[in-house]
């Protein structure tokens, strides 16, 4: 196989640093830069369950050293979680971390206590949306909405 088969063989160093690292590194600097704190949230994410990886790696190496596809599975698994596709990260916030684990608010102070309620009921995917249509068309339309849908609810 030679030349292929080296690179098959070492496919996870070659593309790993890349896909676990370099990626997730500057989408976290979009983030920070980004007025929207829901992408702050899947790379916040992303980063603490790298770091579970890393310490498990650390304190297992004997034992993963002999499971030849680990490495594989966790380029998989980190490539679940980075690519935006996917949001990985985001998923395991929404329905593990975030159901058992509530500090504080979850979306911004800024907007009327109203609003907060409704977003905060909202899944990530549902309050990325919504954030985008509040800077567009600003809190006033998305206060129209609310109260149409609740009006709507009140009818059924």
């Known amino acids: 196989?030679?030349?292929?088969?080296?690179i098959a063989r070492h496919f996870d160093a070659l593309i790993?640093?890349?896909v676990m690292?370099?990626?997730?590194l500057y989408a976290s600097i979009r983030a920070i830069e980004s007025p929207s704190p829901l992408d702050d949230q899947q790379w916040l994410t992303y980063w603490v369950l790298y770091s579970l990886i890393a310490l498990f790696e650390l304190s297992c190496w004997k034992v993963l050293q002999w499971l030849p596809l680990w490495p594989y599975l966790k380029l998989v698994f980190c490539l679940w979680l980075v690519l935006p596709i996917f949001n990985g990260a985001a998923y395991i916030y929404e329905n593990f971390v975030r159901k058992y684990i509530k500090i504080g608010r979850h979306t911004n102070s800024n907007y009327p206590d109203s609003q907060r309620r409704v977003l905060e009921?909202?899944?990530f995917d549902a309050r990325k949306a919504v954030e985008r249509y509040i800077q567009k068309n600003g809190p006033e339309?998305?206060?129209?909405v609310v109260k149409a849908a609740e009006r709507?609810?009140?009818k059924h």
Request: without cysteine.
């Open 1 to 6: 196989m030679g030349f292929i088969g080296a």
């Open 16 to 18: 790993g640093p890349g």
């Open 21 to 24: 690292l370099l990626y997730p």
């Open 121 to 123: 009921m909202m899944s």
């Open 141 to 144: 339309a998305f206060e129209r």
């Open 152 to 154: 709507e609810a009140k």
